[in-house]
Nanobody, 117 residues
Framework: QVQLVESGGGLVQAGGSLRLSCTAS????????RKWYRQIPGKERELVASITSGDTTYYADSVKGRFTISRGNARNMMYLQMNSLKPEDTAIYYC???????????WGQGTQVTVSS
């Protein structure tokens, strides 16, 4: 079974930056979308960013221009570069690999991002 592990979360001052990483236990074969979600207390889990195998990207309006999703040279790596962080970005961030055509989703355990006021 595939395992995803997030890292790079932590405490940061408003206006600062963090880079989140997601590592898969192995290569996930076939068509897929790589995604980052976040869970903010009192709100539904929301899609933050996604990237397809063809490098088409999507960003939520709330993070557009500040966050960048990418895949690493290693095919089992993905990243979320977060700049100009705001207190409202505080959340648990989850990486996800969506194999819609196979009806499969893979999730990490999440990493906490806290932006100080």
């Amino acid at each position: 079974q595939v395992q995803l592990v997030e890292s790079g979360g932590g405490l940061v001052q408003a206006g600062g930056s963090l880079r989140l990483s997601c590592t898969a236990s192995g290569i996930i074969f076939g068509p897929k979308a790589r995604k980052w979600y976040r869970q903010i207390p009192g709100k539904e889990r929301e899609l933050v960013a996604s990237i397809t195998s063809g490098d088409t990207t999507y960003y939520a309006d709330s993070v557009k221009g500040r966050f960048t999703i990418s895949r690493g040279n290693a095919r089992n790596m993905m990243y979320l570069q977060m700049n100009s962080l705001k207190p409202e970005d505080t959340a648990i961030y989850y990486c996800n690999v969506d194999q819609r055509q196979r009806g499969l989703n893979y999730w990490g355990q999440g990493t906490q991002v806290t932006v100080s006021s």
